[in-house]
């Protein structure tokens, strides 16, 4: 039997929280039975839900909170007027090592900033990301930055690659992963300078992953590499642009079995192998993108998602922890060759 694990979950972040929060718990603790979680939240609110699921009540410990960050709210708002706040509260779980990680559906800017003045940056790293993995012909790749930084340098990127290589052995399961820069090219002088840099770098450097070298768009859904990097602007257009194309296919094929009884009977035909695309596509099973570089696990669900993919999300922050996400990035940094030396090549840019 695996050891009881506990998380920290942000009872009061997402659009349908707390309902969500309490239903994706139930289907997580069902999934894991050795999950427990601290809920921080409406005291009230928290205790009328879980009645509906007695067997989840008796792995939650409440801890109520006063206040909720909400959608709006600057992060400079989050970390001055919100100091009992559900999100706060559940970051500081982590720090004082009540939980192994904690589980936000709430503001994205707010989570970040959070987590990074109360959890503090790794060692060898300027800024966070974001990463999380999504399926593709090959099986599944992964991608950084989804957000977290608009604006990023030669020094970012390479650490982006670093990190991200450290996810694919993680959590994909892929002992050398190969590493690709997005870019407008392939060919090495394509380009802004900050991606060029990088990419001298990651060919010059002997880390421990392979760079296979810039990656265009449509290297993405192919799989050409285990991980995409880019800066945060340019990674969530493509995050958004997939999703939105997946509802628009989807769409598609729905107005086009409807036209007339012969579409409708291919459609009970195909019926099986639509609904095995429709679940591989589903992106409530992707749901859960990773803080990376925080000296603690910190996932970020969909603020619009349901109970299934925030269970997801609390898949993900399970598995970072089971595999020692944070420890493998701490090794990582230490190990690979000449990183002080390829790294010191840019000057450090003050994080914004």
């Not at 993680?170 to 002088?189: C, D, I, K, Y």
Request: charged share 20%; glycine share 10%.
């Amino acid at each position: 039997m695996s050891a009881e694990l506990v998380l920290a979950l942000d009872a009061m972040g997402g659009d349908s929280a707390p309902d969500m929060v309490i239903e994706g718990a139930a289907m997580a603790h069902k999934r894991m039975p050795h999950l427990r979680f601290q809920m921080f939240g409406d005291q009230d609110r928290i205790r009328a839900l879980l009645a509906r699921h007695p067997k989840l009540a008796g792995a939650v410990e409440i801890r109520h909170a006063t206040q909720v960050i909400l959608p709006g709210d600057k992060p400079s708002q989050a970390l001055r007027k919100s100091p009992q706040s559900s999100m706060r509260l559940a970051i500081e779980a982590v720090r004082d090592g009540a939980a192994a990680g904690v589980v936000s559906a709430g503001n994205t800017g707010a989570l970040m900033a959070l987590g990074r003045f109360v959890l503090k940056m790794q060692t060898g790293i300027d800024r966070p990301a974001m990463i999380t993995y999504f399926p593709t012909v090959r099986g599944e790749s992964a991608m950084c930055d989804l957000g977290a930084n608009t604006e990023c340098d030669a020094r970012n990127l390479v650490q982006f690659a670093i990190m991200g290589a450290g996810f694919a052995r993680s959590v994909l399961g892929v002992e050398r992963p190969t590493v690709g820069l997005l870019n407008v090219g392939a060919e090495e002088q394509k380009g802004v300078e900050a991606v060029r840099t990088a990419g001298q770098i990651l060919r010059e450097a002997k880390f421990g992953f392979d760079f296979h070298g810039f990656v265009e768009g449509d290297d993405i859904g192919a799989g050409t590499v285990d991980v995409v990097v880019t800066d945060g602007f340019t990674g969530n257009a493509v995050l958004k642009a997939t999703e939105g194309t997946a509802k628009l296919i989807s769409s598609f094929l729905n107005t086009a079995f409807r036209r007339s009884w012969v579409s409708m009977l291919g459609y009970l035909l195909a019926k099986p192998a639509l609904d095995a695309l429709r679940a591989k596509l589903d992106p409530r099973q992707y749901n859960g993108a990773l803080f990376l570089g925080l000296n603690g696990v910190v996932v970020k669900s969909h603020g619009g998602t349901d109970g299934e993919g925030f269970a997801s999300a609390i898949a993900v922050a399970a598995d970072m922890v089971k595999g020692d996400f944070n420890e493998r990035i701490h090794a990582d940094l230490d190990v690979f060759d000449h990183r002080e030396t390829a790294i010191a090549l840019i000057p450090a840019k003050a994080a914004s």
